[in-house]
């Protein structure tokens, strides 16, 4: 019984003294800067700007004219050079969905995943009924890739600190090597 009352008083102890914390929601699409680092609001914007941009051009009306469809396009490596941890796959999530939303582009899927969804009709070849096993060799080939960089560069004095973000993303043609979008996006942000 001493205890369970030793227990009881230690725990009620530690929680009077351990700082209180209060967490609110907010909107998802609410702009908020902690620290002055790459952020989700960062990464939305980023994606949904650049996209919005590089379906705009010239290469996308050519390419429907010249093959009479929508071009099917593969997010590949966007690679963090920045001096932070940037979550490049939320970034490329965000582009994938960009692109599926405007309805301009197909989207197929890429990396670690594709390979799971390989292993899955792998699987059906044994497991699966003859009616809905899925073939092999009838996945939709990517037309272009989307690949590319963000780099940050930080200026600093001991009030003040300025970071600045360039991504750039390119799309290229996957038979020919033609890059046919170059985009570039720039933040800069100031934190007192």
Not at 6 to 32: G, L, N, Y
Not at 111 to 135: C, H, I, M, N, P
Request: hydrophobic share 35%; net charge neutral; proline share 1%.
């Amino acid at each position: 019984m001493r205890k369970i009352y030793s227990v009881i008083c230690i725990a009620i102890v530690v929680s009077a003294c351990s700082p209180s914390q209060k967490v609110t929601r907010v909107d998802e699409s609410a702009q908020i800067d902690l620290s002055g680092r790459w952020n989700d609001t960062d990464s939305r914007l980023v994606a949904e700007e650049m996209v919005n941009d590089g379906l705009s051009r010239a290469w996308l009306t050519d390419f429907v004219e010249d093959r009479g469809k929508k071009p099917t396009v593969i997010v590949g490596i966007i690679r963090n050079k920045s001096s932070e941890h940037i979550s490049t796959e939320t970034f490329t999530n965000d582009i994938e969905r960009e692109f599926i939303n405007s309805g301009k582009v197909r989207v197929v899927q890429g990396g670690e995943a594709r390979e799971e969804l390989r292993k899955e009709r792998a699987d059906q070849q044994d497991f699966a009924s003859v009616e809905t096993v899925k073939k092999w060799g009838l996945e939709r080939g990517a037309d272009l890739m989307m690949q590319g960089t963000i780099n940050s560069i930080t200026d600093s004095d001991s009030r003040e600190k300025l970071v600045y973000y360039q991504v750039d993303l390119f799309l290229t043609h996957l038979e020919t090597n033609e890059k046919l979008w170059i985009g570039s996006k720039k933040i800069k942000k100031v934190v007192r």
